[in-house]
C-alpha cells in the first residue's frame, strides 16, 4: 500500500457532519478497529437482507440494526449494526456500512479526504493515518475522537472501497475509557490491537457489504 499523511481537501466535501459534528479530536494515538465479518449466502437472483451480512468482531456478532437508511434523493444507503447485549444510547461498539453515492464523490480518495476535512473543520491539525492501494481504489483511513462532556474515547475505521453504483465504506466505531494521563504501558494495548486489526482490514473482503448495499 503508499501510505498518504496529506489528503488533497480542496475540492472535498465537509460531509458525515451527524459523526464529527460535536467531537473533539484528542491529539495523539491512533487505533484502527478491525472487522472480521461473516456473511449468510443468500440464493442465487435473491436481495441480500441485514441480517444476512452480519459483523463479527472478536468472536462478537452484531446482530442488531438499529438503523437502516435508504431511498434517499441520491440513492446512498446506511445500515448500522450492534451487539444484541448492547442498549441503543449506550452502545460501545458499533458497526456501519455505508454506500455513498453523491455527484462530488465519486473516488474512494475523494470519499476520504471529505471526511478528514470535517475532521479537521472540527480540529485544525487532528492526527489521522491513511493509506491506499496502488490503484487508489481502496483507502484505510483511522482517527480517534473524543466527544465533549464524555469521559470515553470513540476510535473509529473506515475501509473505503469505489464500486459499481458510488463508493461504500465500512466503518468501526468503539468506545473505550478517556485515558487521562497516557503511559507506554496503559497504551499497550491499544497498539497491539490496532497492529493486529490494521492487518485483518487490510484483508476484509467488501463484496457481500456492496452486495447488500445495492440490493436495499
Known amino acids: 500500500t503508499t501510505e498518504i499523511y496529506t489528503l488533497s481537501l480542496h475540492d472535498a466535501l465537509p460531509i458525515f457532519h451527524i459523526l464529527l459534528s460535536k467531537l473533539v479530536v484528542m491529539r495523539t494515538f491512533l487505533v484502527v478497529i478491525s472487522l472480521i465479518f461473516t456473511a449468510v449466502a443468500s440464493a442465487e437472483g435473491e436481495k441480500l437482507k ?19 437508511k435508504g431511498e434517499t434523493s441520491d440513492s446512498s444507503q ?80 473506515y475501509r473505503i472501497e469505489e464500486g459499481a453504483k458510488g463508493v461504500y465504506s465500512l466503518q468501526m466505531i468503539g468506545r473505550l475509557p478517556t485515558v487521562d494521563n497516557p503511559t507506554a504501558e496503559s497504551l ?25 448495499l445495492d440490493s436495499q
Open 50 to 68: 441485514a441480517n444476512e451480512v452480519v459483523p463479527v468482531i472478536d468472536g462478537e456478532v452484531f446482530d442488531r440494526i438499529v438503523v437502516i
Open 78 to 157: 446506511i445500515i448500522k449494526y450492534i451487539r444484541s447485549t448492547d442498549e441503543l444510547k449506550s452502545w460501545t461498539k458499533q458497526v456501519v456500512y455505508t454506500r455513498l453515492n453523491e455527484a462530488e464523490i465519486k473516488t474512494a480518495g475523494e470519499y476520504a479526504a471529505a471526511l478528514v476535512r470535517a475532521l479537521q473543520q472540527v480540529s485544525p491539525g487532528a492526527k489521522y493515518k491513511a493509506s491506499a492501494s496502488e490503484d487508489g481504489k481502496v483507502v484505510l483511513l483511522d482517527f480517534i475522537v473524543q466527544p465533549r462532556g464524555q469521559n470515553f474515547m470513540e476510535l473509529n475505521m
Open 188 to 212: 499497550a494495548p491499544l497498539i497491539q490491537m490496532r497492529q493486529s486489526w490494521m492487518a485483518q482490514t487490510a484483508k476484509f473482503d467488501m463484496s457481500k457489504v456492496k452486495a447488500l
